[in-house]
């Protein structure tokens, strides 16, 4: 069956530091990938997706890009601050016949400290 | 504003209490779900409506009974609760024509067994 797997968190950094999560995926069609957010006493918000390979998906100074080729889906800012504290979920979607399937990776809950 | 509306934000039960969980959503969406999330656990997936129909019970004990009525109003009734229910429970809902679309989630309702 599909699958995504993340880094294990939690990731701590100093404000204006760079950020990577890493995704990696496994499955059998053509998914669909997501990254998104949950701040405290929230649900999930979607930070960004991508549909196809090679394609970008960014949104607030973060980027993902679909790679084919390694499964990978890996999230990025160039300089993170505190307000980014949260925890990032990657997920993929795909089709069958009942409908659209969602698998999530576990979160990695990431501190940003000023 | 999400689109996704739950209520209520917090339930505090004992275990022989009877309680309805409710989802709203003002997308135009014809799926919807329930998740289950728990303190250091990944997201699980409960049960899945499309188009008002059941097409997924993740093995849910029969204390959560879903109800939904229409493609914009999901129910989780609980009866008989235990302790380790206790969790955060998230509503999302999707347009399921192909594979593209992300879910949106609600703000989830924090539900304690006493």
Same mark, same amino acid.
């Given at each position: 069956g599909n699958s995504v797997t993340q880094m294990e968190g939690p990731v701590t &950094?100093?404000? +204006?530091?760079?950020?990577?999560?890493?995704?990696?995926?496994?499955?059998?069609?053509?998914?669909?990938?997501?990254?998104?957010? !949950?701040?405290?006493?929230?649900?999930? !918000?979607?930070? &960004?997706?991508?549909? =196809?390979?090679?394609?970008?998906?960014?949104?607030?100074?973060?980027?993902?890009?679909?790679?084919?080729?390694?499964?990978?889906?890996? &999230? +990025? =800012?160039?300089?993170? !601050?505190?307000?980014?504290?949260?925890?990032?979920?990657?997920? &993929?979607?795909?089709?069958?016949?009942?409908? !659209?399937n969602f698998v999530f990776g576990p979160g990695t809950r990431l501190s940003v400290l000023p | 504003e999400t689109g996704v509306t739950q209520t209520p934000r917090h339930l505090v039960m004992g275990m022989t209490n009877k309680k309805s969980l409710k989802c709203e959503q003002h997308l135009g969406h014809n799926a919807m779900y329930w998740y289950k999330q728990s303190a250091k656990k990944p997201l699980e997936l409960m049960f899945v409506y499309n188009f008002k129909e059941q097409t997924e019970n993740n093995s849910v004990p029969s204390r959560f009974s879903p109800e939904c009525p229409n493609s914009s109003h999901l129910f989780l009734h609980l009866h008989t609760l235990q302790p380790e229910d206790?969790? #955060?429970? #998230?509503?999302?809902?999707?347009?399921?024509?192909?594979?593209?679309?992300?879910?949106h989630f609600g703000d989830g309702t924090r539900l304690s067994i006493l």
């Open positions: &950094l100093s404000e +204006e530091a760079f950020l990577t999560i890493n995704c990696t995926y496994t499955a059998t069609g053509y998914p669909s990938l997501f990254w998104y957010v !949950q701040y405290p006493g929230e649900g999930l !918000q979607l930070l &960004l997706k991508a549909t =196809k390979a090679d394609d970008k998906g960014s949104n607030k100074g973060f980027e993902a890009t679909y790679r084919k080729e390694t499964t990978s889906f890996h &999230l +990025e =800012k160039g300089s993170v !601050q505190v307000s980014d504290s949260a925890v990032y979920f990657c997920a &993929l979607s795909d089709q069958d016949n009942y409908g !659209q | 206790s969790a #955060l429970y #998230l509503c999302a809902s999707s347009q399921t024509q192909g594979n593209r679309q992300p879910q």
